[in-house]
């Protein structure tokens, strides 16, 4: 892959990168003059529509397309809420540009809410994320000092407030609606949808929901141009309509069994291979590699084998994964345990299911259940087929759940047990020697931390 220039992550290692003025030296709130003294809101969403920006906050939908669904009619007010409430395990591309360049990610929401007329926007922030919400609001205080926020921002007539919310460490809280939902200070179930947020989002007001590193990539977009964007990625498949292609940079983290773990910016698109050996410094320990999760265990899982897969949005799903996720790349050497790695996968979702859908709620529970009974030596090669029937029965893409919660519970289940079916079969043998054939239903075991079942 060719050098390129990091923009995203060009200020993180100077003195201060977090200040108003450091950014500014750095050409910073530039954009945003160019946007208000020139551009109308509407030349703003065909820029960024035009550019190909996808979101960066797992599903991967076109930017622009997702301000241009806003009703045009609406007397308002209109609303930005921006998702910073990075729960993904293995993410933390996020915090690295809230705690390093907080300005950066500013300055794209104000371009973001001209866009889209807002004229407040609502930061959700993970509680966890103490040194990240005390650089926001500096920034915030800073911006509003300078009359960069409140009314009449830079003097052009345009007016913004940002106010930081903090959440209570709910990874559903990820999911737009539920997101608004505690936002408006109630339970975090997710919204039946339609009415989508754009209609009806926010004290049921027009809202748009944006990720902290989308937004981050518009200044540049406004700065360097639609070209330039689009130099860098992978294009749009002619031969798939439903591929709008993977353009601009993208910060990939990247952890677990590896040298060098950290996040790395570059061209949507580098392979997991790539990302693991050039940036990550190979597998620790001089181990072998044995699978790695794409982005985010939501993902699923690539077998070692298919580590030359592209990480753009549409690579992932050609080696059987949910998709591109959030690009953290968490690496397994060949020690794992692939009965560990699922078992601690079932647990997790189990845990974070809200609980307002049937099958998520019982399907995550009960393959947690499973899989802590398999590894206390009582599993049946049964259970391999009853987990496979849940996988496939959650989730949005069978039509049975609210939001996506349940297809991210799912993947590692089905990728799990169709790419490494012979390790579970025979983990299973050895610690339950005489009753892995039986096939009778089998009394569910007490699972610490949830009770009896």
């Keep these: 892959m060719a050098e390129f220039e990091p923009v995203l992550t060009a200020n993180i290692h100077k003195p201060d990168s977090h200040t108003l003025p450091v950014y500014e030296a750095s050409g910073g709130y530039q954009a945003i003059r160019k946007v208000l003294g020139e551009m109308s809101p509407v030349q703003v969403v065909d820029l960024v529509k035009a550019s190909g920006l996808r979101g960066r906050g797992g599903a991967g939908f076109p930017c622009g397309l997702k301000w241009s669904f806003l009703p045009q009619n ?22 690295i540009l809230m705690e390093q360049d907080p300005h950066q990610v500013i300055e794209g929401i104000m371009i973001g809410c001209y866009a889209t007329k807002a004229t407040t926007a609502y ?82 007001k027009p809202t748009v929901v944006n990720n902290i590193e989308t937004l981050a990539c518009v200044p540049h977009i406004v700065n360097r141009g639609v070209d330039w964007f689009k130099s860098m990625g992978i ?125 998520c709620r019982e399907g995550t529970s009960w393959s947690e259940r499973i899989l802590y009974r398999i590894k206390q030596g009582k599993g049946r090669l049964k259970d391999l ?15 049975t759940t609210i939001c996506g919660l349940a297809d991210g519970a799912a993947w590692p289940i089905k990728n799990a047990l169709k790419k490494f079916r012979g390790e579970f079969e025979d983990y299973i043998k050895r610690t339950n020697p005489n009753g892995w054939a039986n096939a009778q239903p089998v009394e569910a075991l007490e699972v610490i931390g949830l009770g009896a079942h």
């Design 123 to 204: 930061l959700y922030l993970r509680y966890e994320y103490p040194t990240a919400y005390r650089r926001l609001q500096q920034a915030i205080d800073e911006c509003y000092a300078k009359g960069y926020l409140g009314d009449n921002c830079f003097g052009k007539g345009f007016s913004l407030n940002i106010y930081m919310h903090r959440g209570a460490a709910a990874y559903i809280c990820g999911e737009e609606t539920g997101l608004i939902e505690s936002l408006e200070g109630k339970r975090a179930w997710p919204r039946i949808k339609p009415p989508f947020p754009a209609i009806e989002g926010a004290f049921k």
């Design 74 to 95: 609406h007397p308002g007010p209109f609303y930005m809420c921006i998702n910073a409430d990075e729960s993904e395990p293995g993410t933390f591309n996020n915090r």
């Design 235 to 359: 294009p749009a498949d002619p031969n798939n309509p439903r591929d709008p292609g993977s353009y601009g940079p993208k910060l990939y983290c990247i952890s677990g069994h590896i040298e060098k773990p950290g996040c790395y910016e570059m061209p949507l698109g580098v392979t997991c291979r790539e990302l693991v050996e050039r940036y990550g410094g190979g597998v620790w320990k001089g181990r072998k590699g044995k699978a790695a999760i794409p982005g985010g265990i939501s993902m699923g899982l690539l077998a070692e084998s298919e580590w030359d897969t592209k990480l753009d949005f549409a690579g992932p799903g050609k080696a059987g994964c949910l998709g591109l996720g959030t690009a953290a790349v968490v690496v397994l050497d060949e020690t794992v345990s692939m009965v560990d790695f699922l078992h601690n996968s079932c647990r997790f979702f189990a845990h974070e299911s809200c609980g307002q859908c049937t099958p």
């Design 385 to 399: 087929d009853l987990l496979q029937t849940i996988g496939d029965s959650i989730g949005i893409m069978p039509g």
